[in-house]
Every structure is written in structure tokens, then in C-alpha cells.
């Protein structure tokens, strides 16, 4: 499948900005819905996004994101390192998304067994504290690449219907290849979490700083341990059919703390 250009993913939004503003606080890429931005302020310069605090490095790195249903507005609000305060006025430019019917799941692929209900709760929780995590190293600034090379199975966004139940969006990138298939970190990064959970399978969390993470799920094996520094393209595992999948493939998830975002537009735009 050829992979389509970052232009192609979604319209390009007008900001209404005042030139200062923009040159106290730039980014890369435009606002919209599921976008993350990574953008670069200037010495002592505060940030806010609709009201919370955005936190800005010492080389004045910082991370905005919008998620899946952000609205159509959001307000950046901006203290300069003299005092002076303003507001930018950003225009999140609105997606659609596709439809996925899925039929013929057996009943336990669609809703779990009440005796897996407890572990399901315990997995969400511990992943609802790493969403929390705020490390002060902005390792996503050098950008991002091709975890694993496929074709691409699904998108981030979409709406699965499964037997004909509707179910919550698809907040991921699906990569399907066959099992064993080489997976590698987007970006350098710590592993917070390498672990074998109910629906995601074997999964592994990588921390890329400023609460940006990155999720692979579904491996065949864990090649990194909890705790352990990786390197941009270094492997973490393999592609594999565990947890709750109808076929192998990689999901691929990246966040801003616990706001889902789409991954593909910050790819290149090609595999590799």
C-alpha cells in the first residue's frame, strides 16, 4: 500500500495570530483533530493550552496536541520571559473518518468473559498512571520513524462496528506483517512498560519526555525490559497475534499524556 503524504491527511487550518505570538512559540505542522505538535519557544517563555500548563524545556522544546473530537477552537495562552502576556487564538481544522465493519467475531472477541473483567480493570488503571508521567527530556524533538514495514491495516480514527455493535474509535495506526516481523522504537526513549495485558497483548511503552509516549502492541515477544534506555530505529520486539486481534499486525499508539493522537503524519512518508 502506498503510504499517503502528510498533506493529504487533513486541511490545512488558518491560525488567527499576531506575527510576535508566532515568533515566541512556532511548531511544526498545523492544528487538527488527532494532530501533535512539536514546537520550540523562547528563553523563559510559559505556555498554556486552553488553560493547562504546557510544559516548555530548557532549550524551550515543548508538545501540543489535539485529540480525536478536540473542538473546532482552542486558545494558547502565552507568558513571555519579560512579562508581557497574550492569547493565540488557534483553528483546530476538523477530520473524517472511516467506517470499520467487522462481522463473524466469536462472542469473546467482542465482549470479554466476566472472569477476565477484574484483570481488564487492573490493566486500564496502570495504563491511566503511565499517562501521567512528565519527563523532563524532549527525545521526541528529533522526530520519528517507521516502527515496523507493512501493509497498513488500519488508521487512527476510524469507528469499528463489531457484529454490528459500535464500538470506541480506533485510537491507533495498524501495521500488518507476519509474525516475528522486526518491531523498532519510533524515537529514542525509556521503557515504562513492557507486559502481557488482555487486549493489547504483549505490549511495550516507550517515554519520549514531556508526557509524549509511544505504544506497541500485540508483539509476539518483548525484546527490552522495563526501566531500559533504547535508541531511535532499536528493536523492541515482533510483530504477533496476541491479546484480542483477529490477524498479526502492529498497533502502533502515541499520546500526549492521555490524549490519543495519530501517529502517521509524523512519519515520514514513506516506509523505511
Known sequence: MTIPRRAALFALPVLTAKPRAAAAAT????PAQGALLVGQAGAGTRLALDGNPVRVGADGAFVLAFGRDAKPDAVLEI????GRKE??????ARRE???????????????PPPDVLDRIARERAAMAALRKVDSPEALFAGGFYWPAQGRISGVYGS???LNGEPRAPHLGLDIAAPVGAPVAAMAPGRVLLAAD????GKVVVLDHGHGVQSLYAHLSRLDVAEG???ARRQGIGAI????????????????WFATAVDPQPLLPPVQG
Open 27 to 30: 511548531w511544526r505542522g498545523e
Open 79 to 82: 507568558a513571555h520571559g519579560g
Open 87 to 92: 492569547a493565540l487564538r488557534l483553528s483546530v
Open 97 to 111: 473518518w472511516q467506517i470499520q465493519r467487522i462481522e463473524g467475531l466469536p462472542g469473546g472477541m467482542v465482549t
Open 159 to 161: 469507528q469499528r462496528v
Open 197 to 200: 495485558f488482555y487486549f493489547l
Open 228 to 230: 531500559e534506555a533504547v
Open 240 to 255: 504477533g497475534a496476541t491479546g484480542r486481534v483477529t490477524g498479526a499486525h502492529l498497533h502502533l499508539g502515541l499520546n
